[in-house]
């Protein structure tokens, strides 16, 4: 009985094992040679590879960079020398305003009308000081008159001396009152010159123009607000012909501006063009925090296309030098920094640290790493990454 157990098994491990179908070879591949622990950073693609086609390879060469650039990011301002921050020049309520938010207005244009009861009081006080020295003029004639007609009775002794001398001194006290007359009308006439109004006439509305060109950039008042706060701004208004850019220079590059240069700037609103700006100041203090330095860059905004709050990089430099360099395309990044795959062979390829300069048209300065005439994959080096 045992026995033909043992047969009947054999049997069916025989038919197990016989039914099993031989292994399928795999089909050949194109992908590329393992690495070997030797070198890592070698990747081989066989002859054929359709990734081949898709990989071109460059020289490195060189070309003229900038030597001791400074290069520090910032934004557009407006030229603080040329900001008026409008305010009421005296309490009153104000009866309109001539302007909306985002007009353009020349110089002595008017902005506001307000109605005053401190101006209507200001034009009384210069009538009344006009006629205070009206008076006093009056007065000094008189006078004058009285010395005359007393010198004149005294040459013919028909009065004493006393009344000479008392009329000499009634004459400067008239002349004395005459100057603070004067001195009031004037500054009376002063203040309505100031203000824009004119004595001759009794009810007049206050009217506020504006000190140069420029854009009206923000208003807070409406018509009808009577406002007794002569130290809040009533409405901004900005000339926009010139404007700043105002960069964090490092510290250690500070040294390479000097006030009166003319640096290069470029706008992230216009990609790929370069304006031309004048140092106009330098900070005198060091940012804690940052440790960089304000730089201030006035730049020629006639046309009207820089605006404030754009963003903007200065670039100086004294003098350039040669580099090695390579297209940007070339240059991958990884845990280490950046890299290259440099064509060995036809179908090899090696990964190569590099340390990086400046970018400048389309072109990244080359410090370390490679050499004049390695061939570096300047596209589809993203195909080798992916291996």
Same mark, same amino acid.
């Given at each position: 009985?045992?026995?033909?157990?043992?047969?009947?098994?054999?049997?069916?491990?025989?038919?197990?094992? #016989?039914?099993? %179908?031989?292994?399928?070879?795999? !089909? +050949?591949? @194109?992908?590329?040679?393992?690495?070997? #622990?030797?070198? %890592?950073?070698?990747?081989?693609? !066989? +002859?054929? @590879?359709?990734?081949?086609?898709?990989?071109?390879?460059? %020289?490195?060469?060189?070309?003229?960079? +900038?030597?001791e650039e400074v290069s520090a990011p910032g934004k557009v301002e407006a030229n603080p020398n040329r900001i008026s921050r409008v305010l009421m020049p005296m309490t009153g309520r104000v009866r309109r305003v001539h302007v909306r938010l985002g007009d353009t207005v020349q110089e002595g244009q008017t902005l506001l009308s307000i109605d005053s009861p401190e101006a209507s009081a200001a034009?009384?006080?210069?009538?009344?000081?006009?006629?205070?020295?009206?008076?006093?003029?009056?007065?000094?004639?008189?006078?004058?008159?009285?010395?005359?007609r007393a010198r004149d009775l005294y040459e013919h002794r028909a009065t004493a001396l006393k009344e000479v001398q008392q009329a000499q001194n009634e004459l400067a006290q008239s002349q004395g009152a005459l100057e603070q007359a004067q001195a009031a009308c004037d500054s009376a006439l002063h203040r309505l010159a100031v203000l824009g109004l004119k004595p001759e006439q009794a009810a007049q509305d206050l009217l506020v123009r504006s000190p140069f060109s420029g854009k009206v950039l923000e208003i807070a008042v409406v018509a009808g607000e009577y406002r007794t706060d002569t130290s809040t701004p009533l409405m901004t208004v900005v000339d926009l012909g010139s404007v700043w850019v105002v960069a964090d220079v490092p510290e250690s590059s500070i040294r390479l501006i000097e006030i009166g240069e003319e640096v290069q700037v470029e706008l992230s609103a216009y990609p790929g063009e370069t304006f031309r700006g004048r140092v106009m100041r330098i900070a005198d203090t060091v940012d804690p925090q940052t440790r960089?330095?304000?730089?201030?860059?006035?730049?020629?905004?006639?046309?009207?296309?820089?605006?404030?709050?754009?963003?903007?990089?200065?670039?100086?430099?004294?003098?350039?030098?040669?580099?090695?360099?390579?297209?940007?395309?070339?240059?991958?990044?990884?845990?280490?920094?950046?890299?290259?795959?440099?064509?060995?062979?036809?179908?090899?390829?090696?990964?190569?640290?590099?340390?990086?300069?400046?970018?400048?048209?389309?072109?990244?300065?080359?410090?370390?790493g490679l050499e004049v005439g390695d061939r570096v994959v300047v596209e589809g080096a993203i195909l080798l990454r992916s291996q």
């Open positions: 009985m045992k026995r033909a157990i043992t047969t009947w098994a054999i049997v069916f491990l025989f038919l197990v094992t #016989g039914c099993d %179908p031989a292994p399928e070879k795999a !089909p +050949p591949s @194109s992908a590329p040679v393992p690495q070997s #622990g030797s070198n %890592p950073g070698r990747i081989v693609l !066989p +002859p054929g @590879s359709p990734k081949l086609d898709r990989i071109r390879v460059a %020289p490195v060469r060189t070309a003229q960079f +900038p030597c034009i009384t006080s210069c009538r009344q000081a006009q006629s205070q020295l009206r008076q006093a003029q009056s007065a000094l004639g008189k006078a004058e008159a009285e010395l005359a960089t330095i304000k730089v201030q860059t006035e730049l020629d905004n006639r046309d009207g296309r820089l605006r404030p709050e754009m963003f903007a990089r200065i670039r100086h430099s004294h003098g350039s030098c040669s580099m090695r360099v390579v297209p940007a395309s070339a240059i991958l990044h990884g845990d280490t920094g950046a890299f290259v795959f440099v064509e060995k062979a036809k179908g090899e390829f090696g990964q190569v640290q590099i340390r990086v300069g400046e970018t400048r048209g389309g072109l990244v300065a080359i410090s370390s």
